[in-house]
């Protein structure tokens, strides 16, 4: 039984207009780049293939590639996704109301696959209720035009509770990247940072009668593969594109071709990770950091979180005393950050996407960092969408809907803000132009009012000031030591927090060069 190995410039045989295509990856990782392209080139120069529906459950692209490739008025007229903070086309596309649009929550896409495979009609979850992705709210649809359309998940009762039900999407194709393929079509990810959801997705085409195309680096002769790091058997596949500049197209990541280290074939050296600089990410980072307890499984969101919270914890000799998770599917180590966001050195354990968001949506962890845009007196938090331009929860409301205790870390305003660090006191040199504490925010990712209803542990914590919901509401717990309550604090909100008779100032060991000693404020 032979595979079906095809030029890339084959592959637009596969794919005809109006098809529902599917491509999995993260950030960078795993995008099957010379299939993209080839994609891209031929409706430029053809017109074909056009009016396709693109279906994606993570964010993919590092501001320039991934499905950056697909961002072109007429080649996607509809687009179903979670994320599209690292795809400025995409989110440009939009917010002009060029493209038909749907946000749905990453893990739910991501579970969707498993489902449409077995044969379901759609998910039941509890999760986006309240939220912007629930039909009685937003349905997702993020922007004018989508607005006009059907919603693709509804909501319904089942033993007297209320449920999403986010409906299948039948999938003419979807597009996959594998390290190796031997001779028989059969493939492997050693060289990948990140299993993500690619079985389920092809079984999920194949359940539909669609084609699954891979892109590999190499080709093995049949036998060599040892069958349990086969991911995709061969009978599942129709055809494969062995990439021809693996350096340019087949990349582990944005930011470099191959690090072992990242796939876990190579431990990195713990003492050459360098920590960070003190700066106000930093400094809202230590702070955040008080919430921990030993032995917390914790997961990490994308911005100040991923960027700093696991490099304190090895600056600070704690990474043995909590394990560190992210949505990706990664247990410990050290994680990259920004465009590479999802991947992490010397890491224990890596399980598929869709398995973390079992976790993650089922038991919950222990403890989530996340970022966020805005905050307002109910406890209601925005991170999808500022201005007109959206980008997406990702696994923003899977995460934070159930983990057992959510801290928000973000800066208190934003807009060219200035703060400085000296003699232990926080100095606003110039404040931000735009107000985070609003009145109301525009777009609820966060439903601070079921949180309050089921008795969920939040915090807000910022450079000047940490916040806690409470029953009534928004409530003000902390202020950094040099910052004024009323001038740079209540009058750059526009609601009205309550403010704790035990109010209390940050402590000064934050401000500390080097370690300041996180073990001494972790709980057993």
Same mark, same amino acid.
Request: hydrophobic residues 40%; aromatic residues 8%; glycine residues 10%.
């Given at each position: 039984?032979?595979? $079906?190995?095809?030029?890339?410039?084959?592959?637009?045989?596969?794919?005809?207009?109006?098809?529902?295509?599917?491509? *999995?990856?993260?950030?960078?990782?795993?995008?099957?780049?010379?299939?993209?392209?080839?994609?891209?080139?031929? @409706?430029?120069?053809?017109?074909?293939?056009?009016?396709?529906?693109?279906?994606?459950?993570?964010?993919?692209?590092?501001?320039?590639?991934?499905?950056?490739?697909?961002?072109h008025e007429g080649l996607v007229t509809k687009i179903i996704g979670s994320h599209w903070g690292?795809?400025?086309?995409?989110?440009?596309?939009?917010?002009? $109301?060029? %493209?038909?649009?749907?946000?749905?929550?990453?893990?739910?896409?991501?579970?969707? +696959?498993?489902?449409?495979?077995?044969?379901?009609?759609?998910?039941?979850?509890? /999760?986006?209720?309240?939220?912007?992705?629930?039909?009685?709210?937003?349905?997702? =649809? &993020?922007?004018?035009?989508?607005?006009?359309?059907?919603?693709?998940?509804?909501?319904?009762?089942?033993?007297?509770?209320?449920?999403?039900?986010?409906?299948?999407?039948?999938?003419?194709?979807?597009?996959?990247?594998?390290?190796?393929?031997?001779?028989?079509?059969?493939?492997?990810?050693?060289?990948?940072?990140?299993?993500?959801? *690619?079985?389920?997705?092809?079984?999920?085409?194949?359940?539909?009668?669609?084609?699954?195309?891979?892109?590999?680096?190499?080709? !093995?002769?049949?036998?060599?593969?040892?069958?349990?790091?086969?991911?995709?058997?061969?009978?599942?596949?129709? !055809?494969?594109?062995?990439?021809?500049?693996?350096?340019?197209?087949?990349?582990?990541?944005s930011s470099w071709y191959y690090d072992p280290s990242y796939s876990g074939d190579l431990r990195?050296? /713990?003492?050459? #990770?360098?920590?960070?600089? &003190?700066?106000?990410? =930093?400094?809202?980072?230590?702070?955040? &950091?008080?919430?921990?307890?030993?032995?917390?499984?914790?997961?990490?969101?994308?911005?100040?979180?991923?960027?700093? /919270?696991?490099?304190?914890?090895?600056?600070? !000799?704690?990474?043995?005393?909590?394990?560190?998770?992210?949505?990706?599917?990664? +247990?410990?180590?050290?994680? !990259?950050?920004?465009?590479?966001?999802?991947?992490?050195?010397?890491?224990?354990?890596?399980?598929?996407?869709?398995?973390?968001?079992? +976790?993650?949506?089922?038991?919950? %962890?222990?403890?989530?960092?996340?970022?966020?845009?805005?905050?307002?007196?109910?406890?209601?938090?925005?991170?999808?969408?500022?201005?007109?331009?959206?980008?997406?929860?990702?696994?923003?409301?899977? #995460?934070?809907?159930?983990?057992?205790?959510? /801290?928000?870390?973000?800066?208190?305003?934003?807009?060219?803000?200035?703060?400085?660090?000296?003699?232990? =006191?926080?100095?606003?040199?110039?404040?931000?132009?735009?107000?985070?504490? %609003?009145?109301?925010?525009?777009?609820?990712? @966060?439903?601070?009012?079921?949180?309050?209803?089921?008795?969920?542990?939040?915090? @807000? %914590?910022?450079?000047?000031?940490?916040?806690?919901?409470?029953?009534?509401?928004? &409530?003000?717990?902390?202020?950094?030591?040099?910052?004024?309550?009323?001038?740079?604090?209540?009058?750059?909100?526009?609601?009205?927090?309550?403010?704790?008779?035990?109010?209390?100032?940050?402590?000064?060991?934050?401000?500390?060069?080097g370690p300041f000693g996180l073990q001494d404020f972790m709980g057993n």
């Amino acid at each position: 039984m032979e595979a $079906n190995f095809i030029k890339a410039s084959e592959v637009t045989n596969l794919i005809q207009d109006g098809d529902t295509v599917s491509t *999995v990856g993260m950030t960078l990782i795993s995008s099957s780049e010379a299939i993209l392209k080839v994609i891209e080139n031929s @409706f430029l120069e053809t017109g074909h293939p056009k009016d396709l529906t693109l279906v994606h459950s993570a964010g993919q692209s590092d501001r320039k590639n991934g499905i950056q490739h697909f961002a072109h008025e007429g080649l996607v007229t509809k687009i179903i996704g979670s994320h599209w903070g690292l795809q400025p086309k995409w989110m440009e596309m939009i917010a002009e $109301n060029k %493209v038909d649009a749907y946000c749905l929550p990453q893990g739910q896409l991501a579970q969707l +696959y498993r489902s449409m495979a077995s044969g379901l009609p759609g998910k039941m979850s509890k /999760v986006g209720l309240g939220t912007f992705v629930d039909p009685r709210i937003e349905g997702g =649809k &993020m922007n004018e035009r989508t607005k006009k359309l059907d919603d693709i998940s509804e909501t319904i009762e089942y033993d007297n509770e209320v449920y999403m039900f986010y409906r299948k999407i039948p999938l003419d194709a979807c597009i996959i990247r594998g390290t190796t393929a031997d001779e028989m079509g059969n493939i492997t990810m050693e060289d990948e940072a990140m299993k993500l959801e *690619v079985l389920p997705t092809v079984l999920a085409t194949k359940r539909f009668g669609g084609k699954v195309i891979v892109q590999v680096k190499r080709v !093995a002769e049949t036998g060599n593969l040892h069958p349990k790091d086969v991911v995709v058997p061969g009978v599942f596949v129709d !055809a494969i594109v062995v990439c021809d500049n693996p350096y340019e197209d087949h990349k582990q990541t944005s930011s470099w071709y191959y690090d072992p280290s990242y796939s876990g074939d190579l431990r990195f050296p /713990v003492n050459s #990770i360098k920590p960070l600089e &003190m700066n106000t990410r =930093k400094f809202i980072g230590r702070r955040a &950091m008080f919430e921990i307890n030993k032995g917390d499984v914790i997961n990490l969101g994308t911005g100040i979180p991923n960027d700093v /919270v696991g490099n304190i914890a090895n600056e600070e !000799a704690i990474s043995d005393d909590i394990m560190i998770t992210v949505e990706s599917g990664i +247990y410990g180590g050290v994680q !990259a950050g920004g465009v590479d966001f999802g991947i992490g050195q010397n890491v224990y354990a890596m399980i598929t996407h869709d398995q973390q968001m079992d +976790y993650y949506n089922g038991a919950g %962890v222990d403890i989530t960092f996340m970022g966020a845009g805005e905050l307002d007196g109910e406890g209601n938090v925005n991170a999808t969408k500022m201005g007109p331009l959206c980008t997406g929860a990702g696994g923003f409301i899977d #995460i934070t809907q159930n983990a057992k205790k959510v /801290v928000f870390c973000a800066t208190f305003s934003t807009g060219k803000a200035k703060v400085g660090f000296k003699g232990n =006191k926080i100095h606003i040199e110039q404040e931000g132009s735009i107000k985070k504490m %609003v009145s109301n925010v525009s777009q609820i990712s @966060f439903n601070g009012k079921l949180a309050r209803e089921k008795g969920q542990d939040v915090f @807000f %914590v910022t450079e000047r000031a940490v916040f806690k919901l409470v029953k009534e509401g928004v &409530m003000l717990i902390e202020i950094a030591p040099g910052v004024d309550l009323q001038k740079d604090i209540l009058d750059m909100m526009d609601f009205k927090p309550v403010i704790s008779e035990n109010l209390k100032t940050m402590d000064e060991k934050l401000f500390l060069n080097g370690p300041f000693g996180l073990q001494d404020f972790m709980g057993n």
